[in-house]
């Protein structure tokens, strides 16, 4: 049971210090979630049910809330061709410390992976944490209690995979997308996967994909002296 209640999830650098004065709904980004059910006072460890439940609930909390953020700034629509949008791309995330998975430039379709947080850095993901720290506390601590405030949260026991595709339109127009998904290097049996990153860094992680995308692009598109 002890095992069980070890429950590591995708945060990091932090331990929740408690629910109490922390606002239970939305971050930095303006996302909200309906609001949850009152502080409980049970001073019991939860169950493993409880667990079950209160992640389930982050777990879809996070979801919408990527996917919200995917149909905002998830693709991009390029004037260049599929091969050099396609280029482009791989150079950005290449340099963002990415490592390439998958590559198929014929496809326009490309994976990368590599150790949570990149693609951030640590000063970024000490933004993530505290920006979206109030949002996992209001879901988690209402069902799990007093425990809530010792969980530990840990970048290292995931991976971040990054898909990108790039799609041929009419008038040499291209269209890029980017997706991205954690990896867990170690599985909770019986848990609730973690599919979806905290909504801070998808913004932050875009932000850099897509400067990097740019910056690379500027690069293969600028006349040669």
């Known amino acids: 049971m002890k095992k069980d209640l070890r429950v590591l999830v995708f945060a990091g650098l932090a331990v929740l210090q408690g629910c109490e004065g922390l606002s239970p709904v939305g971050n930095s980004q303006g996302n909200k979630e309906p609001p949850p059910p009152a502080l409980c006072a049970s001073k019991q460890p939860p169950t493993k049910e409880q667990f079950v439940e209160a992640f389930t609930r982050l777990n879809k909390a996070m979801e919408n809330a990527y996917e919200r953020i995917l149909k905002e700034r998830g693709s991009r629509t390029v004037p260049a061709s599929r091969a050099v949008a396609f280029d482009a791309m791989y150079a950005g995330l290449t340099r963002l410390g990415m ?20 693609p951030l850095d ?37 991976v971040i995979v990054i898909n990108a595709t790039a799609r041929a339109l009419d008038a040499g127009r291209t269209e890029v997308t980017v997706t991205t998904r954690m990896r867990e290097i170690r599985p909770r049996p019986g848990m609730p996967r973690r599919d979806y990153p905290p909504p801070t860094g998808v913004h932050l992680a875009l932000d850099k994909i897509w400067s990097e995308f740019d910056r690379a692009l500027d690069e293969r598109q600028r006349p040669a002296r």
Not at 102 to 118: M, W
Not at 126 to 152: F, N, W
């Open 99 to 118: 490592i390439v998975e998958n590559r198929d430039s014929d496809l326009g379709f490309l994976v990368v992976a590599a150790p949570a947080p990149k």
């Open 122 to 158: 640590d000063t970024e993901w000490r933004t993530t944490v505290q920006s979206d720290l109030p949002l996992m506390a209001g879901i988690l601590c209402p069902i799990l209690c007093e425990y809530c405030k010792a969980i530990k949260f840990e970048p290292e026991d995931y």
